[in-house]
């Protein structure tokens, strides 16, 4: 198993454009979770989706991001437009859901760049 | 509100010395927490859980509800232990989610 695949795994791009990350999850987890790391705020949730469904986009930062879950094995994360505070390295994890939810499994990242 | 505080970005330390990787938490119901871990060009990993009371590689973390802490701990300190740390808080609430501490970067040196 390939585990949670993710891509690209790094994007550099000008300020203003549009940015879309992609997940794959483990097959069978019913959860997903989209984070961003930065030096200064650590591993912030972004947002959560259970079933495909979303539960918690608290923690999205701006109406400049948003994240969508159209089947159970492909996630997006889209930025638009993007700007250059959006630098950060991007995972995305998938879980089972019951007793053992707090186990998750993250992708390899996706670190972005915006010039 | 629900919160994990790591205090130190940065910890440095001599192999075969003990090391204390630091968490406090806050949180109005039953805590569950755990210790992520994030090795050199490898996924972020669980490492441990405070309900399992088990040691991995050596390290050990208690939950002392009094101090609401959840300090990450090992005797002697190994280089491939280098590696940067997440403590994480899960929320049952919608499912259950994970909030997790800003990170603490070891760091042994031979």
Redesign the interface.
């Given at each position: 198993d390939a585990g949670v695949i993710q891509s690209p795994r790094h994007e550099v791009t000008e300020m203003g454009q549009e940015v879309t990350l992609r997940c794959k999850p483990i097959s069978g987890h019913d959860y997903l979770f989209w984070y961003r790391q930065t030096m200064m705020r650590g591993l912030e949730l972004l947002i959560y989706f259970n079933n495909n469904v979303p539960i918690d986009d608290s923690g999205m930062p701006e109406d400049r991001f948003s994240a969508k879950m159209p089947n159970a094995s492909f996630s997006t994360l889209k930025i638009q437009p993007s700007e250059p505070r959006d630098s950060a390295v991007y995972f995305c994890a998938s879980s089972l859901g019951g007793a053992n939810s707090y186990e998750q499994y993250f992708g390899p990242g996706t670190r972005l760049t915006v010039t | 509100a629900q919160r994990v505080t790591?205090p130190e970005k940065l910890l440095s330390v001599f192999k075969g010395a003990p090391v204390e990787l630091k968490c406090n938490y806050s949180y109005s119901g039953s805590p569950?927490l755990?210790w992520y871990v994030q090795y050199s060009r490898q996924?972020?990993?669980?490492l441990l859980?405070h309900i399992s009371r088990e040691s991995i590689k050596g390290f050990t973390a208690d939950l002392n509800k009094g101090e609401t802490s959840f300090h990450l701990k090992k005797p002697f300190a190994q280089e491939e232990d280098s590696a940067m740390y997440?403590c994480a808080l899960?929320i049952y609430n919608?499912?259950?989610?994970?909030?997790?501490?800003?990170?603490t970067e070891l760091s042994v040196k031979p």
């Open positions: - | 790591q569950e755990f996924r972020l990993q669980l859980r997440y899960f919608q499912g259950g989610k994970l909030i997790f501490g800003q990170g």
